[in-house]
């Protein structure tokens, strides 16, 4: 159980293409989802924490223009890169929680490289 | 200071060995530690995950918490190649909210 499918794994585009991240949760619902980067050879970043029906909540020094985050429903949320540059190219993943205090589970990632 | 440390590694041990991982924090309300494995190129998976004090046992993997000393460790018996990841720790002061990372050890198993 509790089972995260991000969509797609693998994109690369021009620079100035939007491109649009799918999270969803496949067995579970979740009211909160979170939104990460990662560089080679570093840790995981919160970019932002995706909240169902409301306003995505972003971390200092993220541009939430930039980043666009919808939670329409309880089993999916999606980030978009918007006019993306060759420094957006990075390893984006996303998690959510099952249940409250329950474990974060994450998607397997999308490597994103603008050309 | 980091809010915490994980030392980075890499880290080799050859088949069949004890791993231990290691991870010492500041924050004294980290309520919630967990263990992640990553492989290259996918996220990461959650190996263990912990309420407080204490220990948790799951087949070949342990799980220590030492909200004294502020450390946490993960123990791996019977190592096997397959082990090679990199293990993140990670913690949170309640549930349901964004969790702080360590930085990762890189882990190989020699065969």
């Known amino acids: 159980g509790a089972v995260v499918s991000q969509h797609p794994s693998r994109v690369i585009c021009k620079s100035g293409t939007s491109v649009k991240i799918e999270c969803r949760s496949l067995?579970?619902?979740?009211?909160?989802m979170f939104w990460y980067r990662q560089f080679p050879k570093q840790s995981l970043m919160l970019m932002a924490t995706?909240?169902?029906?409301?306003?995505?909540?972003?971390e200092q020094g993220v541009e939430k223009d930039k980043f666009l985050i919808n939670h329409a429903s309880l089993t999916l949320s999606t980030l978009t890169v918007t006019s993306a540059h060759p420094e957006d190219s990075s390893f984006y993943i996303c998690?959510?929680?099952?249940?409250?205090?329950?474990?974060?589970?994450f998607g397997d990632g999308t490597r994103l490289s603008i050309l | 200071q980091k809010e915490v440390e994980q030392d980075p590694g890499p880290l080799s041990v050859p088949e069949g060995a004890i791993v231990s991982l290691n991870c010492t924090y500041s924050n004294s309300a980290f309520q919630y530690f967990m263990w992640y494995r990553q492989y290259s190129r996918k996220g990461p998976e959650l190996l263990m995950y912990t309420y407080s004090s204490g220990n948790k046992e799951d087949g070949r993997f342990t799980a220590q918490v030492d909200k004294s000393s502020k450390y946490i460790s993960l123990f791996i018996r019977d190592s096997q190649p397959s082990d090679s990841a990199t293990y993140l720790c990670?913690?949170?002061?309640?549930?349901?909210?964004?969790?702080?990372f360590g930085t990762g050890t890189r882990l190989t198993i020699i065969p």
């Open positions: 990670a913690m949170s002061v309640r549930g349901n909210e964004k969790l702080t």
């Open positions: 995706s909240n169902e029906g409301s306003k995505a909540t972003y």
């Open positions: 067995d579970f619902q979740a009211t909160t």
């Open positions: 998690s959510a929680n099952p249940g409250q205090n329950q474990p974060q589970h």
